[in-house]
């Protein structure tokens, strides 16, 4: 239990002084809302009837993917993984911790999307917020699980900043959140469904629960579990 609290201390005190978490989880997401929110529905008023969603998908995919792996990196390549040895805290642990908290602030972050949006641009609400925030507590747990896997097997920051940004993007564009993606090329269209925003995205914006799109992200989420395990037990070697 010592080991447990002193782990959690020590998050704590890295959350607070994680201007990267600030900026990815809230400052960059609410922006992109503000500017992309009036844009979508002034120059196609049909994106109302999905902007929450579309707004969630980016959000989560540049909170998680952005703001976690740097977070990673802090502990498992620096000496907070000999502090963590040091007091007995085991070094799952820290995967562990980053990722609750990182949970609760993109958690946070799309309610606040979710007020704001029929507020601001008059965004229909979805028709099942049950099933909507179901799959936004899947979609997140997916993300998270994607960037830590990025935050683990990278040990440098920079190159972690260059890995997340190449896997971002396309999860973006690819999405269909910025344009349909019956649009897209196949290719592309194939392509676009190895990320987890172009599932989250169809998962969210469906009214009744279809367990085809559920499917995919409940694959990923156990292949980037089990490639974690593979990881954290390098790193402890």
């Given at each position: 239990?010592?080991?447990?609290?002193?782990g959690?201390?020590?998050?704590?005190?890295?959350?607070?002084?994680s201007?990267?978490?600030?900026?990815?989880?809230?400052?960059?997401?609410?922006?992109?809302?503000?500017?992309?929110?009036?844009?979508?529905?002034?120059?196609?008023?049909?994106?109302?009837?999905?902007?929450?969603?579309?707004?969630?998908?980016?959000?989560?995919?540049?909170?998680?993917l952005?703001?976690?792996p740097?977070?990673?990196?802090?502990?498992?390549?620096?000496?907070?993984?000999?502090?963590?040895?040091?007091?007995?805290?085991?070094?799952?642990?820290?995967?562990?911790?980053?990722?609750?908290?990182?949970?609760?602030?993109?958690?946070?972050?799309?309610?606040?999307?979710?007020?704001?949006?029929?507020?601001?641009?008059?965004?229909?609400?979805?028709?099942?917020?049950?099933?909507?925030?179901?799959?936004?507590?899947?979609?997140?747990a997916?993300?998270?699980?994607?960037?830590?896997?990025?935050?683990?097997?990278?040990?440098?920051?920079?190159?972690?900043?260059?890995?997340?940004?190449?896997?971002?993007?396309?999860?973006?564009?690819?999405?269909?959140?910025?344009?349909?993606?019956?649009?897209?090329?196949?290719?592309?269209?194939?392509?676009?469904?190895?990320?987890?925003?172009?599932w989250?995205?169809?998962?969210?914006?469906d009214?009744?629960?279809?367990?085809?799109?559920?499917?995919?992200?409940?694959?990923?989420?156990a292949?980037?579990?089990?490639?974690?395990?593979?990881?954290?037990?390098?790193?402890d070697?």
């Amino acid at each position: 239990m010592g080991a447990f609290l002193y782990g959690v201390s020590l998050q704590w005190k890295l959350d607070i002084r994680s201007k990267t978490l600030l900026i990815t989880c809230y400052i960059v997401p609410l922006l992109f809302f503000a500017v992309m929110g009036g844009i979508f529905t002034s120059v196609m008023p049909e994106a109302r009837y999905t902007l929450i969603q579309s707004m969630t998908v980016f959000g989560v995919t540049m909170g998680a993917l952005i703001g976690l792996p740097p977070s990673l990196v802090e502990i498992y390549s620096s000496d907070i993984k000999k502090v963590y040895k040091a007091n007995g805290v085991p070094l799952y642990l820290g995967l562990v911790l980053t990722n609750i908290s990182a949970y609760i602030h993109l958690f946070i972050m799309s309610i606040i999307l979710y007020i704001a949006a029929p507020l601001a641009f008059n965004a229909e609400i979805p028709k099942n917020p049950v099933l909507y925030f179901a799959s936004l507590a899947i979609f997140i747990a997916v993300s998270l699980s994607i960037a830590s896997i990025i935050g683990l097997a990278v040990k440098d920051q920079a190159k972690t900043s260059m890995v997340s940004i190449i896997i971002f993007l396309p999860s973006i564009m690819l999405s269909g959140i910025m344009f349909p993606i019956e649009l897209l090329p196949k290719a592309f269209e194939m392509v676009g469904k190895i990320f987890p925003a172009s599932w989250g995205y169809k998962v969210m914006a469906d009214s009744t629960f279809r367990f085809e799109n559920l499917l995919p992200l409940m694959a990923i989420l156990a292949l980037a579990i089990f490639v974690c395990i593979i990881l954290l037990r390098k790193i402890d070697k």
